[in-house]
């Protein structure tokens, strides 16, 4: 029961992306140039290490909050929806997402101090990585389209009503995890210019994904609370 809620979701989230694939992509336009040009300007290796995740996360809380506002709205207007990222929904969910980043970078520390102390655990650090990242971050998801749908919702109550959903949680960020690396490895793949344009679209388009079924994941959870 609890694993087929997760196939519901993301049945019901590739249904709404082929049903509304145009409104999606104007939406993700302004996005991806802003993306485009921002990471074609940057040259030095200082402007590559601090600026680029900062415009990273800053796209992706844009793209983030105007998704999962489209996956329950079809009656906004595009630009509306293009800009409801923009202020302090926006900020809020940027807010978010280092704080994410900052959980993982966590673990990723403790995993390597771990391997370090523990033989039989090296070579293993990415794996260990990646299943407690999304253990533990998955738990924290609902925080994402609550901000983005303007509901009120915090870290500790999204931690406590995803209790008894949690191999559904783990399931939903672990797929949607696994979503999101598609474009590393493209980029990996194909490393040439206009691969990388390419894989960017991409990218944003498997986060668009990825952002609808945790929205209609939050929706089908907070409707029992």
């Given at each position: 029961?609890?694993?087929?809620?997760?196939i519901?979701?993301f049945?019901?989230?590739g249904?709404?992306?082929?049903?509304?694939?145009?409104?999606?992509?104007?939406i993700?336009?302004?996005?991806?140039?802003?993306?485009?040009?921002?990471?074609?300007?940057?040259?030095?290796?200082?402007?590559?290490?601090?600026?680029?995740?900062?415009?990273r996360?800053?796209?992706?809380?844009?793209?983030?909050?105007?998704?999962?506002r489209?996956?329950?709205s079809?009656r906004?207007p595009?630009?509306t929806?293009?800009?409801s990222?923009?202020?302090?929904?926006?900020?809020?969910?940027?807010?978010?997402?280092?704080?994410?980043?900052?959980?993982?970078?966590?673990?990723k520390?403790l995993?390597?101090?771990?391997?370090?102390?523990?033989?039989?655990?090296?070579?293993?650090?990415?794996?260990?990585?990646?299943?407690?990242?999304?253990?533990?971050?998955?738990?924290?998801?609902?925080?994402?389209?609550?901000?983005?749908?303007?509901?009120?919702?915090?870290?500790?109550?999204?931690?406590?009503?995803?209790?008894?959903?949690?191999?559904s949680?783990?399931?939903v960020?672990?797929?949607?995890?696994l979503?999101?690396?598609?474009?590393?490895?493209?980029?990996?793949?194909?490393?040439?210019?206009?691969?990388?344009?390419?894989?960017?679209?991409?990218?944003?388009?498997?986060?668009?994904?990825?952002?609808?079924?945790?929205s209609?994941?939050?929706?089908?959870?907070?409707?029992?609370?």
């Amino acid at each position: 029961m609890k694993v087929a809620l997760a196939i519901q979701v993301f049945r019901s989230s590739g249904e709404k992306i082929y049903q509304d694939f145009l409104p999606c992509c104007l939406i993700l336009a302004f996005p991806y140039l802003v993306l485009v040009v921002g990471l074609s300007i940057m040259q030095s290796a200082v402007e590559l290490a601090y600026i680029e995740p900062i415009l990273r996360c800053t796209v992706l809380s844009i793209v983030g909050v105007a998704t999962m506002r489209l996956s329950v709205s079809d009656r906004q207007p595009l630009m509306t929806l293009v800009f409801s990222g923009v202020g302090v929904r926006g900020l809020r969910f940027f807010i978010f997402v280092v704080v994410v980043c900052l959980v993982v970078l966590i673990f990723k520390g403790l995993i390597d101090l771990s391997t370090e102390l523990l033989v039989f655990f090296r070579g293993s650090e990415l794996l260990l990585t990646l299943l407690f990242s999304i253990f533990v971050v998955s738990r924290f998801l609902l925080i994402f389209p609550a901000v983005a749908l303007d509901r009120e919702l915090t870290l500790i109550r999204s931690f406590r009503i995803t209790r008894p959903h949690y191999l559904s949680i783990f399931v939903v960020g672990m797929t949607v995890g696994l979503i999101c690396l598609i474009p590393i490895g493209l980029s990996h793949a194909f490393p040439s210019l206009v691969a990388s344009v390419v894989t960017e679209a991409i990218g944003l388009i498997c986060f668009s994904y990825g952002c609808i079924a945790v929205s209609y994941l939050y929706l089908a959870i907070s409707r029992k609370f």
